[in-house]
């Protein structure tokens, strides 16, 4: 079946360091693939998205590329900031019209991110 | 504003008590779930419904039950029967079921003494 595999973490960064968290996944179809980030007490927010392979999502600084060939969706950014410090999922979703499949969250990957 | 609102925020109930918690979206999806979310953890879909009056099973169902009799509301009892209720749940809505963006409420964090 289909899933998600994601660095756990904790992760501590210092503000304007390079952020990545790598995410690596199975399927048996053709996934869309996302990141979403959840702050403190909140529910989760879509961060990005990717639905084919070479796919680039990217928003609020922000980017992972959709690689078939390694199975990957890594997440990374340039310069976190404190405001970044959240849980981030890394999440699949094959296409339930045809497989009725689900969608699968990885664990989470707790960021903070220091002054 | 669209969107997905949970009710309460926090709740308290005893063991021994059903517990219902609320979901409402005015989004217009067809699509809903229901989450559950321990510290530490990722998600578990606890059911999910595609359409009004038709809700299907997820991987943790056993000790939850749902409805689906609008559109905008897919409320979930937590029942006497669940082991191990305390937690945070969530619901969720996409547009249909599929390869689409889920839409997160902001939870309700329950806890069963």
């Known amino acids: 079946g289909n899933s998600v595999t994601q660095m756990e973490g904790p992760v501590t960064l210092s503000e304007e360091a390079f952020l990545t968290i790598n995410c690596t996944y199975t399927a048996t179809g053709y996934p869309s693939l996302f990141w979403y980030v959840q702050y403190p007490g909140e529910g989760l927010q879509l961060l990005l998205k990717a639905t084919k392979a070479d796919d680039k999502g990217s928003n609020k600084g922000f980017e992972a590329t959709y690689r078939k060939e390694t199975t990957s969706f890594h997440l990374e950014k340039g310069s976190v900031q404190v405001s970044d410090s959240a849980v981030y999922f890394c999440a699949l979703s094959d296409n339930w019209e045809t497989s009725y499949d689900k969608v699968i969250f990885g664990p989470g990957t707790s960021l903070s991110v220091i002054p | 504003d669209g969107g997905i609102t949970q009710s309460p925020k926090y709740l308290f109930r005893k063991e021994g008590q059903n517990v219902t918690l609320s979901c409402e979206q005015n989004l217009n999806h067809d699509a809903m779930y229901w989450y559950r979310q321990d510290p530490g953890q990722g998600l578990r879909l606890i059911y999910y419904?595609?359409?009004?009056?038709?809700?299907q099973k997820g991987d943790i169902a056993e000790g939850y039950s749902v409805s689906r009799e609008k559109k905008e509301s897919f409320p979930l009892t937590v029942t006497s029967a669940q082991k191990n209720p305390t937690a945070f749940y969530l619901c969720?809505?996409?547009?249909?079921?599929?390869?689409?963006?889920?839409?997160f409420g902001p939870g309700t964090r329950l806890t069963v003494t």
């Open positions: 419904s595609q359409i009004v009056n038709d809700f």
């Open positions: 969720a809505s996409s547009i249909r079921q599929g390869a689409y963006e889920q839409y």
